[in-house]
């Protein structure tokens, strides 16, 4: 984690990470102010809060009450050598914990996350850069040393080739990356976090049977997402882009609408039109792009090459990020190896899918079979001795696909987490199905999987596929753990060179009568690509194109970043477009308009119902007031404070819309309970004399809004490049 700090006034010192700031200062012995703990103070703090996180874990798991634990440190300090110290935590738990859970929660205390660093004697670097911000790759821990050539399958360099060229190109866009987390809680099986340290929104998580080729996988997957611009899915790019040479990419082209709003005739080809667009309602207003919100330019669409011919088709990048998420999204040391890698992520999604919504039963992969891969059942064993059953299953559906599926269960919650993997190769596609199981997760983390079920409408509930994607914890049926399975186990092979994989993948989706379509990205200096499958790879259906379309965002963003400049009329009418509009109340407004708000502040929680109450105030209509926040009080998740604020309004507008009372004759005890801060921003709420309390003012120059700022200029690296290429070219 980057920790940017700043030089504040006498002793004072301002710590900024992520969306925090920590200030602090020394005591005034020290010829400090006492404003602030010390920072060796916030040292041994950390150690205390970090056994509290782990006890409460541990707790809440087992529905064990914390009410009565205490925990206490205290550091007895060597006399001859102060640098010595023993961090001594006790526990303090009632009597009616039993002796099993009595000795749970101490083992849990073990695994402090600050102990553990402490006692494996960190190491620290201490040097002179010219300029942080170019120090590029200063947190990329665990780069392989050496003269090392670690092949692995499907891979046409050695891990270590491919870690040195991935993190210089990354080197040379100016983008810090830093390894915020590593995984390895059974054999074999290792996962990592890895985030661009200046702009932590932008991030990727890798996994692998080592730590290398976890570590080339998330470096692999940042770069795939840097070339499709994923990260920077459905944000607001601001005025400079919007209106520059290119949006997205050099080679894009924008469309104006038809009359009456329709397609442009050269966006699209008539098959994809036939899926996108079967009943004819899809309008040009539809896919103007979120990111630009530049309807006076068109429609922007980017150039892919159809596969069956060779032709070049215009997607609108709107279509795209709406429908597809990452899916289809790779990088490679050279195109064919990362075709293959895109393809395999649509084959493991697309047939996901179709077992979970056709609660097709798999065949077990026989224990002669998975014998032949030790590395594999080691693993597995590996769970199975924590008291998690594991399941392997033939995915490939008769030898058709090139997929597997583990699939792990949870006796003490009885949740389900089923897992699938795909590749040409059975060994790499089971080794990323068991992989992908355990990507970033403890083994606390599978308690929150949900428990199967024999209900097929929840099951083919499109959010369920969508929750299946995201992190494969989608609801499945209990059908699927049927003996009697609808497919003979196939121990399938489709590997070969990258090429002849490649072909063989194409061969499949030809096979089942499949148009693709693919963009090659190599204007940063790596081969990335995306391949799009009509009707078979998207996450979202079709239909969200007209009806939930992230550039609803241009109807609302602008209004709500001038929020505090709107006139009277302005409010009541975006109110009356919200409600219009069947926007779900408990939508965040970050995801409505496209704005990284820092999720700290009141903008990072506010949700359309809290929108509107707090116009509905700044208006005067306070009978409608009160009823948002009875809704908002019943449903709320946001923070204590911000609760209390809204008990209190809500106590305030219930005596200032009673004819027989009065609000001074309560607001002695209303303070008393509340506070007089809160109180005062309440009673000003009602009487117009504050606006949007909590809402910082800012603008369309998104003005202090320094979360998405980063994000921005993160972006702006990319573009940069890719303008500087296209000059060159």
């Known amino acids: 984690m980057e920790i940017n700090v700043n030089f504040l006034d006498n002793l004072r010192l301002e710590a900024k990470f992520d969306d925090f700031t920590v200030i602090a200062d020394q005591p005034i012995r020290y010829k400090g102010d006492g404003s602030a703990p010390g920072p060796f103070d916030y040292f041994l703090v950390s150690s205390a809060l970090c056994a509290a996180y782990f006890v409460k874990l541990y707790c809440e798991t087992r529905d064990i009450s914390t009410e009565n634990i205490k925990l206490s440190q205290n550091n007895i300090v060597d006399p001859e050598n102060r640098y010595n110290q023993i961090f001594k935590i006790q526990v303090e738990l009632p009597e009616d914990i039993s002796d099993k ?56 360099l050695p891990l270590e080739q491919t870690i040195s060229n991935m993190t210089g190109i990354l080197a040379d866009l100016g983008m810090k990356i830093e390894i915020a987390s590593w995984r390895n809680i059974v054999p074999h099986v290792w996962s990592l976090h890895i985030r661009d340290a200046a702009s932590p929104m932008c991030f990727t998580n890798g996994k692998g049977a080592t730590k290398e080729s976890a570590l080339c996988s998330a470096l692999g997957e940042f770069i795939e997402r840097l070339n499709c611009n994923f990260f920077y899915n459905d944000q607001y790019f601001g005025d400079e882009i919007a209106n520059s040479d290119f949006v997205h990419y050099p080679n894009e082209k924008w469309f104006k609408p038809g009359p009456n709003d329709e397609l442009p005739s050269d966006i699209l080809d008539e098959y994809c039109l036939e899926i996108f667009n079967p009943d004819g309602e899809l309008s040009s207003s539809n896919l103007i792009d979120t990111n630009s919100g530049n309807a006076e330019r068109g429609i922007c669409s980017i150039p892919y090459t159809r596969h069956s011919d060779g032709e070049t088709v215009y997607f609108p990048s709107n279509l795209i990020e709406n429908l597809y998420l990452s899916n289809g999204m790779s990088a490679g040391n050279n195109l064919p190896e990362a075709q293959v890698q895109c393809l395999s992520e649509i084959f493991e999604r697309a047939v996901k899918k179709q077992i979970i919504e056709e609660e097709i039963a798999l065949p077990d992969v026989p224990e002669q079979v998975l014998n032949k891969y030790p590395s594999i059942v080691e693993g597995i064993q590996a769970l199975e001795a924590q008291g998690f059953p594991v399941v392997v299953k033939d995915a490939s559906l008769g030898g058709q696909f090139p997929v597997m599926c583990v699939t792990l269960m949870n006796p003490r919650t009885g949740g389900v987490f089923a897992s699938f993997g795909a590749h040409p190769s059975f060994e790499v596609a089971l080794e990323r199905s068991l992989t992908e199981l355990l990507q970033g997760r403890s083994f606390e983390g599978l308690n929150d999987v949900p428990p199967p079920t024999f209900n097929s409408l929840a099951v083919q509930e499109s959010e369920n596929f969508v929750e299946h994607f995201i992190d494969s914890t989608g609801v ?101 477009r919200l409600e219009d509009s069947q926007l779900d109340n408990y939508t965040d407004i970050k995801t409505l308009i496209g704005i990284e708000f820092d999720e700290n502040t009141v903008w990072g929680q506010l949700t359309i119902l809290e929108l509107k109450i707090l116009i509905c105030l700044a208006i005067g209509d306070l009978e409608e007031a009160i009823e948002l926040v009875g809704d908002f009080l019943q449903f709320n998740d946001n923070t204590v404070e911000r609760g209390l604020f809204y008990q209190a309004i809500h106590a305030a507008l219930e005596i200032s819309l009673d004819d027989e009372m009065e609000l001074d004759d309560f607001i002695v005890n209303l303070t008393r309970m509340f506070g007089e801060e809160t109180m005062s921003n309440v009673v000003g709420s009602i009487t117009g004399e504050v606006t949007f309390y909590g809402l910082t003012k800012t603008n369309m120059q998104l003005e202090d809004l320094d979360r998405h700022l980063k994000l921005i200029e993160s972006y702006k690296k990319l573009h940069q490049a890719r303008a500087a290429k296209a000059s060159i070219a």
């Open 476 to 576: 499945i049926s209990w059908r699927f753990f049927s003996a009697k399975h609808d497919y003979e186990f196939c121990e399938w092979d489709f590997s070969g060179s990258n090429q002849e994989e490649c072909d063989s993948l194409f061969g499949i989706l030809e096979s089942i009568g499949k148009e693709s379509y693919i963009a090659v990205f190599d204007e940063l200096g790596a081969t990335a690509c995306r391949i799009l499958v009509p009707d078979y790879s998207e996450v979202y259906p079709v239909e969200d194109l007209i009806w939930d379309n992230t550039n609803k965002a241009l109807d609302y963003r602008e209004d709500i970043l001038n929020i505090h400049a709107l006139s009277e009329d302005a409010l009541i009418t975006l109110k009356e």
């Open 101 to 156: 859970d009595r000795q749970g929660i101490l083992r849990s205390i073990e695994r402090c996350s600050v102990k553990r660093v402490i006692q494996n004697n960190p190491g620290f670097e201490i040097e002179s850069v010219e300029n942080l911000a170019e120090d590029a790759q200063a947190m990329l821990m665990a780069q392989p040393e050496g003269d090392a050539n670690t092949f692995i399958l499907g891979k046409d």
